[in-house]
Structure formats: C-alpha cells, structure tokens
DNA sequence: TCTGGCACTCTTCACATCCGAGTGCCAACG
DNA sequence: CGTTGGCACTCGGATGTGAAGAGTGCCAGA
C-alpha cells in the first residue's frame, strides 16, 4: 500500500504535470512544493510509485509524468471537483438565460463549456424516450398524405411524412388527432405505446388501416435514439493539445466527427453523477490520448441527456469537473422553465 | 501581357505544386511537362511571372510557388472544371439517397463532400425566406399560450411559443389556423407579409390582439435569417493542411466554429454559379490561406442555400470545383422530390 | 528569342560535440 | 528503518560545422 507522503508526491506530480505540460523531476517538487524531505527521498517514492506503474519516464533521465493509472488515482482519492466561483456561476446563468430556443440551449451550453473548460465540449440534445409527450399534430397534406408532428417538453420537434393506404377524411382525421392527444400529451414516451394499443378498435374498418400506420410512425419515433444528435464546439482548443501536432490531433478530429462514437461514449457513462474517462479506458482507438468527463443533465431530477468535454488526460480535473458540473445543473434549470 | 507560354509555364506550376506541395523549379517543370524549351527558358519566363506577381519564391534558390494572384489567374483563365466520372455520380447519387429527412440530408451532405474533396465540407441548412411555405399550425398549450408551428417545402420546421394578450378560443383559434393556411400555404416567404396584413381585420375586436400576436411572431420567424444554421463537417482534413501546424490550423479552426463568418462568407458569394475565393480575397483573418469553393444549391431552378467547402489555397480548384457542382446538383434533386 | 554554361546562394541533412537535468545507487546518519 | 547527501552515469536537446544539392541569375553565342 503506498504511504501518504506518497500519495502526495503522486498528487504534486500531477498537479505541476498538468501546470507545466513537462516532465516534472525530484528538485521541482520539493521546491514547489513543501513536502519537508528532500530529493532524494522523493526520488526514492518515485521509484515506488513507478513501480506500481502510476508514474512512467519518457526517457532515462527526464523526469516523471503520470500513467492513466496515475490520473485514475488522483481523481478518484486525491482531488475534489472545484466549484465554481460566484462571478462565474453567474456568468453561466446570464449567458444561458439569453437563449430564445433548444438549439439555442445547445449552442450556448456547448460554447460555454467549450470556454470555461478550454477544451473541446460534446453536448447531446435532450433525448426522446426519457421526455414526455406535449402535443401530437397531424396535418393533411394531401388526401392519402399526412404529416406527423411530434412536439416534446424539451421543447424538440420531429416530424415524420405517412402515406395513408387508403385516403382518410378530414373528420376522421381530427377524431384520431383528438384521441392521440387525450391520450398520450403529457406522458412519457416509455408509456405511449401501451396507451395507443388499442386506439385502431375505435375507427371504421376502412380507416384502420391508416391508423395503424400512423400509430407505427409515431412508435418508430419515440424509439428512434439512433437520430439522437449533439452538437460539438471548442475545436480549436485541440491545438493546445501537445506539441506534436499532426499525429495527436487527426485521430481526435475523425473521433470527434464520427457521432455514433461519441453517441456511444456518453451512453457508458454511468446515468447519475459524474463520470470521468482516463486515456486507455476509453474504448476507442482515436481517444486513447484523451479523457472525458461527462454528466447527465435533465429538466427534473431525472437526466435526459448527457453532456461532458474531451481533452488531453493531461488536464485539470477538478476544475473541468467543476465546470462541467455547474454547466449540466444550469441547464438543467433552464429546461424547466421553458 | 503574358505570352502563351507563360501561361502555360504558371499552369503546370500551379499543378505541379498542388501535386508535390513543394516549391517547384525550372528543371523539374520541363521535365514533367513537355513545353518543348529549355530549363533556361522557362526560368526566364519564372522570372517575368514573378515581376508581375503570380509567383514567388520562399527563399532565394528555392523553386517557385504560386501567389494569391497565380491562383485566382489559374482558376480564371487556366482551368476548367473536372467533371465527376460516371461511378462517381453515381455513388454521389446512391449516398444522398438514402438519407431519411432533411438533417440527414444536409449531414451526408457534409460527409459526402468532405469525402470527395478531402477538404473541410460546409453546408448550409436550407433557407427559409426562398423557400414557401408548406403548413402553418397553431396548438394552444394553455389558454393564453400557443405554439406556432410553421412547416416549409424543404422540410424544415420551426416551432415559436406565443403568449396571448388575452385567452384565445379553440373556435378562434381554428379559424384563425384555417385562414392563415388558405392565405400562405404554397406561397413564398417574401410574399406572406403583404399577404396576412389585413387578417386581423377578419376578427373580433377580443381577438384581435392575439392575432396580431401571433402574426408579428410568424413574421420574426420568417425573416429570422440569423438562424440560419449550417453543418461542417472533415475538419479531420485540416491535418493535411501544412507541416507548420498549430499556427497555421488553429485560426481556421477557430473561424469554423464562428458560424456568423461562414455564413457571411457563403452569402457574399455570387448568388448563381460557382464562386472561388482565393487566400487574402477573403475577409476574415484567420482564413487568409486559405480558399473557399461555394455554390449555391436548390430544389428548383433557383437557389435556396448554399454549400461549399474550405482548404488550402493549395488545392486541386478543377477537382473541387467539380465536386462541389456535382454534389450541390444532386442534393437540389433530392431536395425537389422530397 | 532561345539555349547551354557557370558561378553563386541558401537550405537541408548528417554528424560530432557539449551541456545539463535527472536518475539510481550507496554509504552514513538519526 | 526511513532519510539524506554525494557521486557517477545516462540521455536528450541544443549548438556548430561541413558537404551536398537544388535552384537561380546572368551572359555570351546560336
């Protein structure tokens, strides 16, 4: 087990490491930090912590930097998240507070985090199947055509093209709009299709065929997560990245493009609190120099959606998390309300 | 004025560079390209092409590389534009294809074009004020609270909250639905103005405020050219910008996420036909060198958007160019049968 | 007007060198 | 046993030198 003067040269390591971006050596630490040993019994516990494999050397003779296994440990035992300031909380609720719609909520979320972080910022929009019904519209759009509006809490419209099998009247057309409504506004999405089961059993035989086919629109819509989007933003942050450009930053660009991986990243992350992502734990290749940390947001207390950023595993974690944090609680808030 | 000659000599330096991205001198151009002079000959032609401009040099004994001004001569008077080859129509064709609504249109769009071109791809979402519009619907939420719904015929929707001066009857309200739809369904944007102005004259004097409302918010919406929205997409590409990174990719970068520049760089664009902006021609700084290659695309004989893609001033122009007018051909096709 | 020749300029690369930061080990000390 | 100072050692990075090569500009001649 390591002592905890250990862990504390552990914590110095990363913390000067993620100041400086250099190898961080026995002499620097103790000066910088008030250890009250000297170098040589640093150098003595940096072997140790080598050995355990949280600190590696890039060469024989340069100092120490931190593993992911090093990170990994210093998030989960030897840092807290850093709250926010007061200026910068109120910051954030102003910046947030101007927008005028949801993409509006996203764009801003994403620059904000994308600044306060000075990393790249991943926001996903509020999801489907967690949210709730507002409204369902149809609208003929010619005699055998309809279109299906779908209008959630979040504020999120989809809409889907049905071509009836057979032609469908006005009047049953607002019959099925009444009852879709009376039904299905204001529940989840999990719930709708038990409550539309059986709503084809109210119609003429003649109409039930467009029913039917309505119905298996809408379903498909709520289930439809693959058209789950996000908006990425703060790009150009990558080139702090390291020094040796090309080969660092292409692979996170194509990640970063390729929606379905970071999809996928934000779904493994674990649905409450926060989850950070250290290097080689994230599964995909391009990311390996990375991490992410991430969290869900939600209008109640439940999340609908998640948000997070993607830097290098050198970064400061408590104040990304901090960031992160304070963001997702903001625009949590601003869901509510709208 | 330059001989023939020299303009061949700056065409095969132009192509040659765009191939090799590396200065190009006297010996090798007659090597590859069989002018039928002299190295000696050609370097006297270099020389005039310098004095007047369209070439320089990095540093003394070094080859020639383009300027700006080669470029734009290039473009103008030297070359074409490469057509796609039969497979590749196709493959542009059979892509777009199978996209499902307008986002994954306008998203292949952007992949499609970034694939072709190895460039950063930029689309822009369809613009509503060319465009007509389809539907116009009102839901009440509340009593005093209404979601406008407006519907055109690329697909796009938009949805408004407005609050009523006054609680709005559901047999006002579908009269009010009906009327406005009768009036503005299948008509231009720029046209709805001039065409609702007197609706609120058709109502109760209760009414009329909620009316009025109501119009004023679907005018704001129709004009509300600033949400004009885009995608961008092969930023990946960037990578093969230069060898000189971080100062060369982070201002573009940085440009690409400031979606104001990019919209005022595709709208100050030639309404028809292709335009090719060229290093300093363009405005902002940070794209200095880069060159823009934009066209506008639509569903009918008339633009409705524009698309375009962004790279070195180093590029293959013949090639984008065609890429880009076939891409923007096909998504106009789409766009119409949709 | 074109051509071949020639001297000149610079960049690039490889190689050798030097300096210093940082380590590991060891013996001594409390 | 943990801590400390000393010391030899290792490498990486910076610096300098020299040779090679590409490319130019100019000039005299066809």
């Given at each position: 087990?390591?002592?905890?003067?250990?862990?504390?040269?552990?914590?110095?390591?990363?913390?000067?490491?993620?100041g400086t971006e250099e190898p961080v050596g026995s002499k620097a630490l103790t000066e910088r930090h008030n250890l009250g040993v000297s170098p040589a019994t640093v150098r003595n516990d940096m072997a140790a912590l080598e050995d355990e494999g949280y600190i590696a050397q890039?060469?024989?003779?340069?100092?120490?930097?931190?593993?992911?296994?090093?990170?990994?440990?210093?998030?989960?035992?030897?840092?807290?998240?850093?709250?926010?300031?007061?200026?910068?909380?109120?910051?954030?609720?102003?910046?947030?507070?101007?927008?005028?719609?949801?993409?509006?909520?996203?764009?801003?979320?994403?620059?904000?985090?994308?600044?306060?972080?000075?990393?790249?910022?991943?926001?996903?929009?509020?999801?489907?199947?967690?949210?709730?019904?507002?409204?369902?519209?149809?609208?003929?759009?010619?005699?055998?055509?309809?279109?299906?509006?779908?209008?959630?809490?979040?504020?999120?419209?989809?809409?889907?093209?049905?071509?009836?099998?057979?032609?469908?009247?006005?009047?049953?057309?607002?019959?099925?709009?009444?009852?879709?409504?009376?039904?299905?506004?204001?529940?989840?999405?999990?719930?709708?299709?038990?409550?539309?089961?059986?709503?084809?059993?109210?119609?003429?035989?003649?109409?039930?065929?467009?029913?039917?086919?309505?119905?298996?629109?809408?379903?498909?819509?709520?289930?439809?997560?693959?058209?789950?989007?996000?908006?990425?933003?703060g790009t150009a942050n990558l080139t702090r990245f390291g020094h040796d450009f090309p080969l660092t930053i292409r692979p996170v660009l194509e990640a970063l493009e390729e929606q379905v991986v970071l999809l996928k990243l934000l779904g493994e992350a674990g649905d409450s609190?926060?989850?950070?992502?250290?290097?080689?734990?994230?599964?995909?290749?391009?990311?390996?120099?990375?991490?992410?940390?991430?969290?869900?947001?939600?209008?109640?207390?439940?999340?609908?959606?998640?948000?997070?950023?993607?830097?290098?595993?050198?970064?400061?974690?408590?104040?990304?998390?901090?960031?992160?944090?304070?963001?997702?609680?903001?625009?949590?808030?601003?869901?509510?309300?709208?």
């Open positions: 087990m390591l002592s905890e003067r250990r862990l504390q040269v552990l914590r110095a390591i990363v913390q000067d490491y993620v890039p060469h024989t003779s340069a100092g120490r930097i931190p593993t992911d296994k090093g990170y990994r440990l210093f998030v989960d035992k030897l840092a807290g998240v850093k709250p926010m300031t007061g200026p910068e909380r109120r910051a954030i609720q102003n910046f947030l507070d101007g927008a005028v719609d949801l993409d509006d909520v996203v764009a801003r979320t994403v620059r904000l985090l994308a600044q306060l972080t000075r990393q790249v910022a991943v926001v996903q929009y509020p999801s489907l199947t967690r949210s709730t019904v507002r409204h369902v519209e149809l609208l003929s759009l010619a005699p055998a055509r309809l279109m299906l509006v779908l209008i959630t809490d979040t504020g999120r419209v989809e809409q889907r093209m049905v071509d009836c099998p057979a032609p469908f009247g006005e009047s049953s057309l607002a019959d099925l709009r009444a009852r879709l409504n009376s039904r299905v506004a204001g529940r989840r999405f999990s719930d709708v299709p038990r409550l539309v089961e059986d709503l084809p059993d109210a119609f003429e035989a003649e109409d039930r065929g467009t029913v039917t086919t309505v119905l298996s629109t809408l379903l498909e819509t709520l289930v439809e997560e693959n058209e789950e989007r996000l908006m990425i933003g609190g926060m989850t950070v992502r250290i290097g080689h734990e994230i599964a995909h290749e391009g990311l390996n120099s990375t991490s992410v940390v991430s969290v869900g947001y939600g209008s109640g207390s439940e999340a609908v959606a998640k948000l997070g950023v993607v830097g290098p595993t050198r970064m400061d974690y408590p104040g990304t998390m901090g960031a992160v944090r304070a963001v997702a609680r903001y625009v949590g808030q601003i869901l509510a309300e709208s």
